[in-house]
C-alpha cells in the first residue's frame, strides 16, 4: 500500500497549478508565434529545475524521517498531516483560483508578480532552471504537506529502492509539464492550452481537492487504523 499512497501524492502534487501556468507563460514569452530552438532549451532546463527540486526535497525528507523519527512518523503526527489535508483540500475548493474567470492563483501578489516577472524575462537557462525550482517553492504549504505524506511511505522501502521510489514520485509530479511540452510539440499553442485551463478550472479545482481528502482518507485507513 505504500506505493499506493506515494502514488496518490504524487498525483494530488501534479494537480497543482503553478508549475503548468509558469511553463506556459514562459512558452507564450519566449516563442511567441514559433517554437525555436531557444525556446525548447529554456523549457529543458525549467523541467529540469523543477524535476531537480522535487526530487531533492523528497529524498530530503525522507532522510528526516528516517533519522529522526526512526523510518515512520507517530500516530500523533499522522492526524496532523491528515487534518491539514483536509484544511488543504478546503483551501483549494474555496481559495486556490482567485474571484474571476482567469486562472490567476492564491499567491501574494507580490509573489504572484515576480513569478511573472521571472518567466517574462527569462532567457537563459540558468534562469529557466532557477525558474523551475522557484515554482515548486512557491506552492510550499502544499508541497510540503505531500512530501511528508511520500517520504513517511518512501522510508518504508528497502534503501536501495529509496532513489527509484524517489524518481517515481518525480516523474508523476512533473509529468503535466511534459504533457504541455509534447502537446506544444503537436501543434497546439500556448493559447490553446491556456484557454483549455480557464475552461477546466472547475474541475482542476474539484479532483484536486478531491485527492487531497482522499489521500487523509487512505492514511487514516492504512496507517492509522491498520
Excluded at 200 to 209: H, L, V
Aim: net charge positive.
Amino acid at each position: 500500500m505504500d506505493i499506493g499512497i506515494i502514488l496518490l501524492a504524487a498525483i494530488v502534487h501534479a494537480s497543482l497549478q503553478l508549475g503548468l501556468g509558469s511553463l506556459i507563460l514562459l512558452y507564450h514569452e519566449s516563442a511567441n508565434k514559433y517554437v525555436t530552438k531557444k525556446t525548447k532549451s529554456l523549457v529543458s532546463s525549467f523541467l529540469s529545475g523543477s524535476g531537480a527540486i522535487t526530487f531533492l526535497a523528497l529524498a530530503a525528507m525522507t532522510f528526516v524521517i528516517v533519522s529522526f523519527f526512526g523510518g515512520s512518523l507517530e500516530v500523533e503526527i499522522l492526524a496532523l498531516v491528515i487534518s491539514l489535508l483536509v484544511v488543504l483540500a478546503i483551501s483549494v475548493w474555496f481559495m486556490y483560483y482567485r474571484r474571476g474567470t482567469s486562472t490567476e492563483l492564491w499567491l501574494p501578489k507580490s509573489v504572484a508578480n515576480y513569478i511573472n516577472t521571472r518567466a517574462r524575462a527569462t532567457s537563459n537557462n540558468t534562469e529557466a532552471f532557477s525558474l523551475g525550482m522557484l515554482t515548486v517553492f512557491g506552492e510550499a504549504p502544499f508541497v510540503i504537506v505531500l512530501l511528508t505524506v511520500a517520504g513517511n511511505s518512501v522510508a518504508d522501502f528497502d534503501i536501495i529502492w529509496q532513489p527509484v521510489v524517489v524518481a517515481f514520485y518525480t516523474l508523476i509530479a512533473v509529468l503535466p509539464l511534459w504533457v504541455v511540452r509534447l502537446s506544444i510539440r503537436r501543434g497546439k499553442t500556448a493559447h490553446d492550452l491556456q484557454r483549455w485551463r480557464n475552461a477546466n478550472k472547475t474541475f482542476i479545482m474539484i479532483a484536486s481537492g478531491l485527492g487531497f481528502v482522499i489521500l487523509g482518507a487512505f492514511l487514516l485507513c492504512f496507517r492509522i487504523l491498520r
